[in-house]
């Protein structure tokens, strides 16, 4: 079930990023204005706040697939559910290893998430100052 | 006078979000590259000492597995462990590791002894780097028996 309205008024608002996978568009310690009234996963290509399934970690991802898509999960193929997003690293091993991250963790390892798991759509980058700008909607890298 | 560390700090998020990843061990080792490089170098030798197909067969397909981990090693150290400001230090290391892993590929296609020696020889050579960059301190668990 998702977040009542009085939930989703309290934030997250604004967050910081920890952590490399979504390197190099969105690196550790950028400072971001983020949407927590989205109650619907966005286009494929946007980027999201949720709570990953595993472990309630509050996580940042791209949106790769929505309901209805097909996506190449553990040698076979998965249809997502009607309220269900495939969540997707920016970031390869190589580009995680070089801001000293490890492997990312998308869903390739956590499955689909469901609209309940939405926090926030992810706007704009207001930190470091250099790299003041919108978080565009776009293919993974 | 309000300074820039106080709107920083008013500015700043109170919620962090993970870009998750697991956790990097941070063990990068020669070692390991050498250890599966010296079972192609035996593995060269067995073959030579065998006249056996089957036998031989089974070599091959071995050497070919370990040479496969050997690069595997190596790509790891190079993409990971190593960084732009060990260049400094080894200047010629994009050689080093281009070379090493031109000479896997040749111990796969190849049954020369002298080849399979020659990558055991780069392959000190990438740890003399490692050392020179402080690798051995940096990456290995104190306490380890030489």
């Not at chain 1, 309901?67 to 390869?92: I, M, S």
């Not at chain 2, 000479?103 to 796969?108: E, I, N, R, Y």
């Amino acid at each position: 079930m998702s977040r009542s309205l009085g939930a989703r008024l309290r934030g997250p608002w604004r967050v910081a990023v920890i952590e490399g996978s979504m390197a190099p568009g969105i690196l550790p310690g950028d400072w971001l204005i983020v949407n927590p009234l989205a109650v619907r996963w966005p286009a494929r290509g946007a980027v999201v706040v949720f709570r990953e399934p595993l472990g309630d970690t509050l996580a940042i991802k791209r949106v790769a697939a929505r309901a209805g898509d097909q996506v190449q999960f553990a040698g076979g193929y998965l249809t997502l559910g009607p309220d269900e997003a495939w969540l997707e690293a920016d970031a390869d091993e190589k580009a995680a290893a070089a801001v000293d991250s490890g492997p990312p963790i998308d869903s390739q390892r956590f499955g689909p998430v469901g609209a309940d798991g939405l926090v926030a759509r992810v706007l704009f980058r207001y930190w470091p100052a250099r790299r003041i700008g919108r978080i565009s909607r776009r293919r993974k890298p | 006078m309000v300074s820039i560390n106080a709107v920083l700090r008013f500015l700043s998020p109170r919620v962090t979000v993970r870009a998750h990843c697991d956790l990097p061990c941070g063990i990068y080792d020669p070692e390991q590259a050498r250890i599966e490089a010296e079972s192609c170098y035996k593995i060269v030798e067995k073959y030579a000492a065998n006249d056996d197909v089957a036998y031989r067969t089974r070599a091959i397909a071995i050497k070919e597995q370990r040479a496969d981990l050997v690069k595997h090693h190596l790509d790891v150290l190079w993409h990971d462990y190593f960084k732009p400001e060990h260049l400094e230090k080894v200047p010629n290391l994009h050689d080093l590791f281009w070379q090493a892993n031109k000479q896997v590929s040749k111990v796969k296609a190849s049954t020369d002894i002298a080849d399979a020696k020659r990558l055991l020889e780069l392959i000190d050579e990438v740890d003399a780097a490692w050392k020179a960059t402080g690798g051995l301190e940096k990456t290995r668990v104190a306490g380890r028996p030489s």
